[in-house]
């Protein structure tokens, strides 16, 4: 079985340091094959990699022995990078690396940070998407100049949940972005007392979607020069206007429904004895399950030949939350619906619409065998009791029946009757087709886009491929200026308690 033995090669050097490895047959007939431990080694995980990787291959050729000293890895690196690596906590032994200034635990499952267990050496440490649930409490950390906690679980600016956070006396970078924080004013009474803070960054939280969100934290952070990777300006400082109006707690979406292209034209099923069905559309839209109510309808139109101007603008408000967040982060879902009107007489719907019965306004029923009723009745109801004994007065004089190409009348065929004895009823209701319209933008800080959203057929039946219905054209606005828009419909949803 090969075992791994450090010797030196004959034309090697200290500059070129390399080991072979041999088994016991290869050894006695000395064929040793030349190997370096290290040649494909990661060293993006630390700054000090390279130089580790030469002085181990250095120390390993003086020696004659493979083992290295322990101490030498903790007193040679100052920093480290240990992402991706499923660390779940930080033990006692962090402390033995005495010179370590920058730590990066990204990316791991640490749910809880042992404060005491991490050198007070670090000037920079990344904590960034792990699963922290209350803000590690590194106040008494002097040298700590940039602190990542991006993208944990972070709801509230608490280190156990009740008591508020300290920071670091010298902190000049935070990273908070892509948390829970839904309070910011808590989260501003926090930050006010960093008084070196430079650099922040909120983006991705709840209420980082408030329409006075910027202007307020460089109004009460005077000193910052950079919130979210945008330089804050003297002028942008000096033209502050949001920050005289009440604050708010809610946001608005405008989802602008403008022009759809390609709806075929509707097929109908005509009887030439009744008028004829009429169609109509309408769009309904769903963000998710937790949000109530969980569909809106948005718009209806009627078919048209050419482009189909929808222009209909529905604007949805929101407490902010972090299911609004995360709502702004997925995709808004939208059905096509096709809606069919039908125009029946109101006795139709008991299912006498031909039968002639007393009480029936059918089609196929003859004048004779409709009951009388109004003044008709009761002059009927006087000669037949005998009093006077005069004669019915005449019939009236019938209108004429309609003439040739005038509306209720077809050629070759009996003249829908007068329309007002039918009642327009809806008849049939089907989603015909679907589209989604993506939302993410909005996460990434583009607060108004526009979209086109293609409607694929809904089929009920296995096929190779799958048909485009239409396209219609939407623009996305977060907290639109709604004054002097017209015809906006307004929504006001909630959020739905999440199951157990």
């Not at 950390?141 to 509230?156: D, M, P, T």
């Not at 003297?234 to 946001?251: C, G, Y």
């Not at 939208?334 to 039908?342: A, C, D, G, Q, V």
């Not at 583009?446 to 809904?458: G, L, Q, S, V």
């Amino acid at each position: 079985m090969p075992s791994l033995q450090l010797r030196k090669a004959s034309n090697s050097s200290t500059c070129s340091p390399r080991v072979k490895l041999t088994s016991a047959d290869d050894e006695e007939d000395g064929n040793f094959h030349e190997i370096d431990p290290f040649g494909n080694a990661d060293q993006s995980w630390s700054e000090e990699a390279a130089e580790f990787k030469s002085a181990v291959s250095s120390l390993a050729l003086s020696k004659a022995s493979a083992e290295l000293p322990e101490d030498l890895a903790f007193g040679f690196f100052s920093t480290l990078r240990l992402v991706n690596q499923k660390i779940h906590s930080a033990d006692e032994k962090m402390l033995r690396f005495r010179k370590l200034s920058e730590l990066s635990l990204t990316g791991n499952l640490i749910s809880k940070v042992n404060v005491e267990y991490f050198p007070r050496t670090l000037s920079i440490l990344h904590l960034d998407a792990n699963l922290l649930t209350t803000c590690p409490d590194f106040h008494e950390f002097e040298n700590l100049v940039h602190l990542g906690l991006a993208f944990n679980q972070l709801s509230s600016m608490s280190s156990d949940g009740c008591t508020p956070w300290r920071l670091p006396p010298n902190l000049i970078s935070l990273d908070l972005a892509g948390n829970h924080l839904v309070n910011l004013d808590e989260t501003l009474n926090c930050l006010r007392a960093a008084r070196k803070l430079k650099i922040l960054a909120l983006s991705q939280n709840p209420f980082y979607f408030r329409s006075d969100y910027r202007d307020l934290i460089i109004a009460q952070l005077d000193q910052l020069l950079v919130l979210d990777d945008r330089s804050v300006s003297n002028s942008e400082r000096l033209n502050l206007s949001s920050t005289q109006q009440p604050s708010s707690s809610d946001v608005f979406l405008l989802i602008h429904l403008k022009e759809m292209t390609g709806l075929s034209e509707p097929v109908l099923d005509q009887d030439p004895e009744r008028p004829p069905d009429e169609v109509t559309f309408t769009v309904e839209g769903k963000f998710s399950e937790l949000i109530s109510p969980n569909t809106f309808k948005l718009s209806t139109f009627s078919w048209s030949s050419d482009l189909i101007e929808v222009d209909a603008q529905n604007c949805v408000k929101w407490n902010i939350s972090r299911e609004m967040r995360d709502a702004f982060g997925g995709r808004f879902r939208m059905s096509l619906i096709k809606e069919t009107y039908r125009f029946i007489k109101p006795d139709d719907t008991a299912g006498n619409a031909t039968t002639g019965v007393a009480g029936s306004h059918g089609l196929g029923e003859n004048a004779s065998s409709r009951p009388a009723s109004g003044k008709s009745a009761r002059l009927k109801s006087a000669n037949s009791s005998g009093k006077g004994g005069a004669a019915p007065p005449p019939p009236k004089k019938q209108p004429p029946p309609p003439e040739k190409g005038k509306k209720g009348s077809k050629p070759g065929k009996k003249g829908i009757e007068d329309e007002s004895q039918y009642v327009k009823t809806l008849f049939s209701v089907a989603p015909i087709a679907h589209s989604e319209l993506n939302l993410a933008p909005l996460i990434q800080g583009n607060f108004e886009f526009t979209e086109d959203c293609h409607f694929m057929a809904d089929v009920t039946e296995p096929i190779h491929e799958v048909t485009v219905a239409c396209t219609m054209r939407a623009t996305v606005t977060l907290n639109p200026k709604v004054e002097g828009l017209e015809h906006l419909v307004f929504h006001e949803v909630t959020m739905k308690p999440a199951s157990r």
